[in-house]
């Protein structure tokens, strides 16, 4: 579970506290709940058992961005690649947030290549919003891009890289992914 806290502020994921505002307290507090017993159990069945009242609470609130993003964190942290998968094209279609493509990217690459059309895909969509964040700057170096080094030179020309960046883009592209999902 700490690897993904790390993730989300290494990336800047912001769409959970965007999708907060629009959930009605009792399923938050249900899945919170959920999420609680998910870290306390020791047990694969425990675990199991927690997911699967989690996907009913899903089916329950189908339209609750929110909870679609706490679900594919778990899952996430549950190695369920696949699923996650899912829950973040949801999430997408609903927000068109292009970290969720983002991230999808790196999930399909833990589970199956080729990997660069996807990430173009991403760069596009970036470019098509005109973000050129760090988020991008990482689509541009896990797709591996000629135009990586350029466009980092330029982004450090008026940001500056967090200590947490810099060791993010100073891995390779596939074990940056691998360490982010194992």
């Known amino acids: 579970m700490k690897i993904w806290i790390i993730i989300a502020s290494v990336f ?60 594919s964190d778990l899952l996430i942290v549950d190695t369920r690649y696949d699923k996650a998968i899912t829950q973040l094209n949801i999430i997408y279609q609903d927000t068109q947030v292009p970290s969720l493509k983002l991230m999808e990217c790196m999930l399909t690459e833990r589970i199956k290549l080729p990997h660069n059309i996807c990430y173009r895909d991403v760069i596009s969509l970036f470019e098509k919003n005109n973000l050129r964040d760090f988020n991008y700057l990482l689509a541009l170096h896990l797709g591996e891009s000629p135009d990586f080094e350029l466009h980092k030179r330029d982004w450090l020309a008026t940001h500056t890289l967090s200590d947490e960046q810099k060791k993010v883009i100073a891995l390779n592209p596939r074990t940056l992914v691998n360490t982010y999902y194992p």
């Open 12 to 71: 800047g994921f912001s769409l959970t506290s965007h999708a907060y505002t629009n959930t009605q307290p009792v399923p938050r507090d249900q899945a919170m709940t959920y999420i609680i017993k998910y870290s306390g159990s020791t047990t694969s069945a425990g675990k199991e058992k927690v997911l699967e009242q989690f996907d009913t609470l899903i089916s329950q609130h189908p339209d609750d961005i929110a909870l679609r993003q706490l679900y």
